[in-house]
């Protein structure tokens, strides 16, 4: 059955406002499966890691199991390739010092205009710090997408690593990840996948993939503030850890340095658990296709959640694309043909006439309709388009909580700005 709307917003405590949250790129609303597992950790289970009393025990059980929850949301092929941590920003820099090690002189690495800047300047800082030269693969103007051709070139100098993103969190475009994994694997470079913006929007399989690397934040999927990473077992066992000298070279908590945030993985347990929910009530209709791809238990009804989320999210970007091209005066940016809406998730950035963006999401603020403005940390995008020393774009992203009327009142109030 298609999503009830009623039902899924129910499950979100903080959509009982006269608020409409298209904010969701920099962060979605919480779930309550994910805010129920953060307060009973506290309350039940509060302790640090290993200890030989109950409360130690309980912790290590829920995070424990919040590996497991984590390989299944990936498809990974084993809880210890998941690697919790703050965020994916912090993860990366983590990361990007343990491959670095490995690093010569002569080698080279990829990034793109496209991305984050989270997964590019990880990556270029530790080029500069072992003499590695670093080549920038550019986008298309006009719809968003990556040059394609550029990317072949840059990967036939069989670069070391390449760092790239499932899907631009400012333009919305989603990139063929896949056919760019087999190209890089064809020239022996690893890569490097940030699925941040990707991973509220669809199923991701790092099997299928085959990526060597991929990392996203829970709470760009109605999660808490947790950074989760997946690695292939082989690299990360290989991979030397910066570390204190107590911590376990046993895969995960190689990586895992410190205290984590025991609560916070406690909550990304909780919004897996609200996908599987999502997926046993909705995703009914998809059941039989993700069968016979060996999705079985969890991993299956996971599969199907995302499906169906992916699938009225398609609607949304319908709708909000409509919505926006017929706005006097919006100038919107990346993929516009209805045709290739399975190209982009549900984001969108636009300019409304000579406005300064920040003034238009103060204004439809003023209203209750919540949207970014700037840059989006997405520093290289504003700059390409020659929009950074304007004040960058207005950013607006749909998720499954959002409803065509809330579209519909997004549009309303654009028309009375843009008319003044």
């Not at 309550?32 to 290590?60: C, M, Q, W």
């Not at 949301?73 to 912090?90: H, Q, R, V």
């Not at 410190?258 to 046993?280: D, K």
């Not at 999705?295 to 996971?302: A, C, I």
Request: with cysteine; hydrophobic share 40%.
């Amino acid at each position: 059955m298609p999503l009830d709307l009623s039902i899924i917003r129910s499950q979100f405590p903080a959509l009982n406002r006269p608020a409409i949250f298209f904010d969701n790129p920099g962060g979605t609303q919480i779930a309550k499966p994910a805010l129920d597992r953060v307060a009973r950790y506290l309350v039940e289970s509060n302790a640090n890691h290993e200890g030989a009393f109950a409360t130690s025990i309980a912790s290590d059980a829920v995070l424990d199991e919040a590996h497991r929850a984590m390989a299944d949301f990936y498809n990974a092929a084993s809880p210890e390739e998941i690697i919790f941590g703050n965020n994916m920003t912090t993860i990366t820099l983590q990361i990007s010092r343990s491959l670095a090690r490995e690093w010569k002189e002569d080698d080279e690495i990829v990034v793109t205009r496209l991305d984050h800047d989270a997964n590019v300047t990880p990556w270029v800082l530790a080029a500069q710090d072992r003499g590695v030269t670093v080549n920038w693969v550019d986008f298309d103007m006009e719809d968003g997408t990556l040059h394609l051709d550029d990317l072949q070139k840059a990967l036939e100098r069989k670069p070391r690593f390449l760092a790239v993103g499932y899907a631009s969190n400012s333009l919305g475009t989603i990139n063929p990840v896949k056919k760019i994994i087999d190209l890089a694997h064809a020239f022996g470079t690893l890569v490097y996948i940030d699925a941040v913006q990707y991973a509220p929007h669809g199923p991701i399989d790092v099997q299928k993939l085959d990526c060597d690397f991929l990392v996203s934040s829970a709470y760009k999927f109605f999660g808490t503030h947790s950074g989760i990473l997946y690695g292939k077992r082989t690299l990360l066992e290989k991979l030397f850890a910066y570390k204190v000298r107590p911590a376990t070279n046993q895969l995960p908590g190689k990586f895992e340095t410190g205290t984590q945030n025991h609560e916070g993985i406690a909550g990304v347990l909780g919004a897996i658990e609200y996908f599987e929910w999502v997926g046993r009530q909705f995703g009914g209709e998809f059941a039989s296709n993700l069968a016979e791809e060996n999705y079985s238990g969890r991993r299956l009804e996971l599969k199907k959640g995302m499906t169906a989320i992916h699938a009225y999210e398609y609607e949304l970007s319908r709708a909000l694309l409509a919505a926006l091209e017929s706005i006097p005066g919006l100038r919107l940016y990346g993929l516009t043909d209805v045709r290739r809406l399975d190209e982009r998730v549900a984001t969108f950035s636009f300019r409304l006439n000579d406005l300064h963006p920040r003034r238009v999401a103060e204004e439809l603020a003023q209203t209750g309709i919540y949207v970014w403005d700037g840059n989006y940390y997405a520093l290289n995008v504003s700059e390409r388009l020659g929009v950074e020393g304007q004040g960058g774009m207005v950013r607006v992203g749909a998720t499954h909580y959002n409803t065509l009327e809330e579209v519909a009142r997004l549009k309303e109030a654009l028309i009375k700005i843009a008319s003044g």
